[in-house]
Structure formats: C-alpha cells, structure tokens
C-alpha cells in the first residue's frame, strides 16, 4: 500500500506525467461523448453539404433542417449518430403559409431561390452552426470528425494492447520458465517477426484478413506482441531462480500456476509501461494504414484518411484541413509518451532484454 502511495506520488509530481495524462483525457471526454459533443450529430459526422465546402474555421451558416425519421433515442443517437436530416444551407429565407423561400448559400442570383415544403409529417428548425474548424471538400464538419475520431484512435489502442499483451505474456512467460526447446522455438519466431518492418507486417494481416473496423483491430494487435514477448522473457529469465519461486516448486505447484500466481505479478510494472507504449505506436499504425488506404473504409472519421483526403488543399490555402489532423495524432500519441516517461521513472524499472 505505502509502496502504490509513493508511486502515485512520484506520478503527480512528474510534469511530464500530469501533462499527459492531462491530455489524454481530453481525448477520452472526447471519444465518450461522441456524438453528443458533436457538430454534426450524424453517423461518422458525414452530413454532406457541396455548397459550404471548404469554409474557412469559425464559419457562421444558417440551415433549414427537417427531420426524415423518428428519433430512436439518446443512447442509440449517442453510440450511432443519428439519421441524417433534410438540411439547406441558406444565405436568406422567407417563410410563408408552410413554404420557405430560401436562398442556398453562396449562391447569389435569383435562379438560386427555391421551395422547402415545411407541412410534412416531422417539425422543421432553423439553426445557426458555427464551424469552429471550417469544413472539408465535401462540406462536413471538420472539428465533428476530429471528435469522433478520437474513438476510432483509443479503440485502436486498447485492442492492440490487449492483444499484444496476451500474447506477448504468454509467449514470453513460457520461453523464459521452461527453457530448452520451448525458448529457441518462440525466440526463433521473436527473431523472425522482429526482423520484418511493422508497417511491412500490418499491412500483410490487413490483405490477409480484409478491411474492416475490427481487422485493422487485430492487425495491428498481432503485429505488435514481439517486444512484449522479449521483455517478459528477459526478466522470467531472473525471476524463475528467485527462492520463492524453488520454494514453489518444492512446495509441488505446477509450472503454470507458478508462471500465473508468482511471476506475472512480479511483470505488472514493466508490462503498465509497455502497455503505454503500445496504445501510441498502435494509434501511429492505424493512421499510416488508412492514409495509405488500407485501414478503416470511408466515410469513418479516421484521423490518417482525414490527412489522405485534405492534403491535396494544401495548394488551395486549405492547408489546415490535412494540418490540424496531423496535430491531432501527434498530440495524443505525445501524451502517451509523456505517460510513459513518467511512469517508467515513477515505477523505476530498467527494460532490459536477456
């Protein structure tokens, strides 16, 4: 208890730390409130709307909205987004006996003006929106995309470090234990994945497995168990002569609760650090792969595919679209180090392979 105590204080005293941990929050808050926090409230904050593409941040448009469905309720708006609405941008209007006459944005001649019914079966509102990042080519909202893209970034992570952590635990809790055949089998497959490049081998799961929202997952968790395996190996290596560990086995317990009740507690510190690192690297591989086009289909609200879509704006003085983005990956994936940082020094341990 005293010894989580001065870890916890170290922890709060490293500025490191409290800076990251402090942003990796926000984008926890974030990715939770998803839709709710959002803009643009529909599914992957893909409200298409040509005639306000690419204005600038802190844009003002008024819209006329009508509903098309019934709301299906707030946790369902909350996980899902909702159906998307019949929406006009509109430079002005005028409403009369349930009829708008409405002047669609950025169009100023008279051949511009239209017609909305508003006596349908569902209400209609109209609404003032300010784009506080401004919107893309397709006329969505930039920072609605950014928001909801955070979940599709700690999703990421927290698959790959649980799956890493799996298998790289167990592999490595069984090389370093038994030794003889069992180590130079799984050192020989540690060699062997560690020596292709990761991009290299993410994308060869992803081809093998397909495109999706959890294939891209476990991609890239299988891709990035090796240097769990190494670290756990290394130290099982030191622990498994410990005389807690003979009296174990004098005592008649077998192997595997040995490995599970005795040393895996004693790897609880290097593995919280490893975790750390793994959450930032996996966010940087899922962004590289939906850049390149093999991650998450369009039009989900991938932080790489945002950089893909936008960088050829660079050239027309939109360079923000593909920049803020880029911030956005580099910003969350510092947090994590940060964490890191601190927690390695708080927890005071050395990661050495053997």
């Known amino acids: 208890m005293v010894s989580r105590q001065k870890t916890l204080f170290k922890l709060l005293r ?17 990715a939770i409130a998803g839709n709710l926090i959002c803009l643009d409230k529909t599914k992957d904050a893909n409200q298409i709307s040509l005639p306000i593409a690419l204005l600038p941040p802190m844009s003002k448009v008024k819209f006329i909205e009508i509903e098309q469905s019934k709301s299906k309720g707030v946790f369902h ?16 209007y005028t409403i009369l006996n349930d009829t708008a006459f409405v002047q669609v944005y950025g169009m100023d001649s008279a051949a511009s003006k239209e017609l909305v019914p508003l006596n349908g079966p569902y209400d209609y509102s109209i609404v003032e929106k300010t784009f506080y990042l401004g919107t893309d080519g397709f006329g969505r909202d930039v920072m609605s995309r950014i928001i909801l893209g955070s979940r599709v970034s700690l999703s990421v992570g927290a698959v790959a470090v649980v799956i890493s952590l799996l298998i790289g635990s167990l592999l490595g809790l069984m090389a370093g234990y038994f030794g003889g055949g069992t180590d130079k089998t799984i050192s020989w497959l540690i060699n062997v994945i560690w020596s ?30 090796v240097e769990v395996a190494r670290i756990v190996r290394g130290q099982v290596f030191s622990i ?38 793994i959450f930032g690297t996996a966010i940087l591989l899922e962004s590289g792969l939906s850049f390149l086009g093999l991650g998450l ?19 027309f003085d939109s360079e923000y679209l593909a920049i803020v983005p ?10 994590f180090n ?17």
């Open 14 to 30: 490293h500025p490191l730390g409290i800076t990251g941990a402090v942003i990796i929050f926000i984008f926890l808050i974030m």
């Open 77 to 92: 708006n909350w996980l899902y987004g909702k159906d998307e609405p019949f929406s006009i941008p509109v430079q002005s």
């Open 196 to 225: 292709l490049p990761t991009m290299l081998l993410v994308v060869a799961i992803s081809f093998a497995m397909g495109k999706g929202f959890w294939q891209i997952f476990i991609a890239i968790g299988l891709s990035s168990w």
């Open 240 to 277: 498994r002569e410990k005389e807690y560990i003979q009296a174990a086995r004098v005592l008649g317990f077998g192997p595997y609760r040995i490995m599970l009740k005795h040393i895996l507690p004693n790897l609880r510190s290097s593995l919280i650090v490893l975790a750390v690192s």
């Open 297 to 315: 289909a369009p039009p989900a609200p991938s932080w790489g595919m945002m950089i893909k879509e936008n960088y050829p704006y660079i050239m």
């Open 326 to 335: 880029g911030l956005v990956i580099m910003l969350l994936v510092m947090g």
């Open 338 to 354: 940060f964490l890191g940082i601190a927690l390695r020094d708080a927890l005071d341990i050395h990661l050495q392979d053997t």
